[in-house]
């Protein structure tokens, strides 16, 4: 089975993870989500969410993506964390593919990531860190290689749907979003 991982830190965006750990489990993809710390999580608007796990406990497992919710401090707090950055710089030098949305994209870029690669994000957030490498665009979703980056609570389900085409085909993420249409 295929398995994501999505790291939660405190004050991250609860649209942005709830919307792509939902449609991504609707896809039939494995996610797992791991606290910094092990204990619950509370988000930017003040919603708890309890993990599955710690990062501890995952940080040498393989995964076939890994996925950071944006929001602040959230992404800052996925940024100022080395475990994070092993993580991606192990999966996406693997090959693997690596996603961020809102201000999360410039965790992939402390971790060296977005070198010589299109992304997008919250706006102002790639602009303020001097990519000279880096094309910053303005799209809702951007996919450069095994890089995938998405600019905020307003994309994410256009975001967690290109994540489930990157993993499971276009012909799930077309199953998965017709689907979504048609619910009452």
């Known amino acids: 089975m295929v398995t994501v991982l999505v790291p939660l830190a405190e004050g991250f965006e609860e649209l942005e993870a709830v919307t792509i750990i939902d449609l991504l489990r609707r896809a039939d993809i494995e996610v797992i989500t791991a606290s910094l710390d092990g204990e619950p999580v509370t ?7 309890i993990a599955d796990t710690s990062l501890d406990a995952v940080v040498e497992q ?6 950071l919710p944006g929001g602040l401090p959230g992404a800052d707090h996925l940024d100022r964390d080395e475990r994070v950055h092993r993580i991606l710089q192990r999966t996406a030098g693997s090959g693997r593919p690596v996603g961020a949305i809102c ?12 070198e010589h690669k299109k992304a997008t994000g919250y706006p102002g957030v790639l602009d303020s860190l001097g990519l000279e490498t880096t094309e910053i665009t303005n799209t809702a979703v951007q996919l450069d290689g095994n890089i ?3 600019r905020g609570p307003g994309t994410a389900m256009d975001f967690a749907l290109e994540v489930i085409a990157v993993l499971a085909g276009v012909q799930k993420r077309d199953e998965v ?3 979504l249409e048609r619910a009452a």
């Open 43 to 49: 988000a930017s608007r003040g919603t708890r969410i």
């Open 62 to 67: 393989e995964f076939d993506m890994v996925v």
């Open 103 to 114: 201000a999360a994209p410039k965790v992939l870029a402390t971790a060296g990531l977005l």
């Open 148 to 150: 995938l980056t998405s």
């Open 177 to 179: 979003e017709s689907a």
